[in-house]
């Protein structure tokens, strides 16, 4: 039976990959080239410097360790300066109504996320105390696709990855709940998230009873 819910933070609680995308488009267009939103699905989910090694490779330039360093600093900077500004509103919407029947199905939560500002992140919207374990950039090797920020939710939860239910909107992320052997809802389009066990555009209107149906069926 399924005893967790793991959630992924950007895009699926707060929408925080606009952010990135404007800060790494500045940093791209200070280098001399441009980054497009279709471009930017590549990046989601992926770490900061991963991301940086895309972009630079979309660009052709080929920098040295301590520039990418500062390049990834600088952009750290500029992603900062907008998420200082989140408040609460900035919670996607149906996930106060999601969360509030995870707890009455008795259900465990962990955040798992690659992002090193996640913590930041939930306070800033008032949501660091809504999970029962939080895995973020800090405390992972591996981004997604590899599936350890999920197995070390599991692990941290005391739970089996065949327990578990991962939500995820990046292509990046659903191969990393997929690998780590767990049921996967994608948040977004199926046309998209193809490796999903299901897909719902948002949690806005999905069910936790919907969701627990799907994993028997
Ligand atoms: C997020 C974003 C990625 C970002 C990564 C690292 O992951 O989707 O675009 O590059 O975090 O973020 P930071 O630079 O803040 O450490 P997730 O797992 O929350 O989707
Ligand atoms: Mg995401």
């Not at 895009?11 to 939103?37: C, M, P």
């Not at 360790?65 to 992603?79: G, T, V």
């Not at 939560?109 to 374990?133: C, H, Y």
């Not at 981004?143 to 739970?159: H, I, N, Q, R, S």
């Amino acid at each position: 039976p399924i005893k967790a819910f793991l959630f992924d933070l950007d895009g699926v609680i707060v929408d925080t990959a606009t952010y990135h995308y404007q800060a790494w488009k500045r940093l791209a267009n200070e280098l001399g080239f441009d980054i497009s939103e279709e471009f930017n699905e590549r990046l989601k989910g992926v770490s900061r410097m991963e991301s940086l090694d895309i972009i630079l490779a979309h660009g052709g330039l080929t920098v040295s360790d301590e520039q990418k360093a500062e390049l990834a600093e600088q952009k750290n900077q500029w992603y900062l300066d907008l998420v200082g500004r989140m408040t609460s509103e900035d919670i996607l919407p149906g996930v106060a109504t999601f969360f509030s029947q995870v707890r009455k199905a008795n259900l465990l939560t962990a955040l798992g996320s690659v992002s090193k500002n996640a913590p930041l992140i939930l306070e800033r919207i008032g949501m660091s105390q809504a999970f029962d374990a939080i895995i973020d950039g800090t405390k992972i090797s591996k981004g997604k696709p590899d599936p350890e920020v999920f197995l070390k939710g599991a692990a941290e939860l005391e739970v089996s990855p065949a327990e578990c239910v991962v939500f995820e909107d990046a292509v990046a992320g659903v191969e990393a709940g997929k690998r780590g052997g767990m049921f996967v809802v994608g948040i977004g389009s199926p046309d998209v998230l193809t490796q999903a066990d299901l897909v719902a555009p948002s949690l806005d209107g999905l069910t936790v009873d919907e969701v627990l149906a799907a994993t028997v069926a």
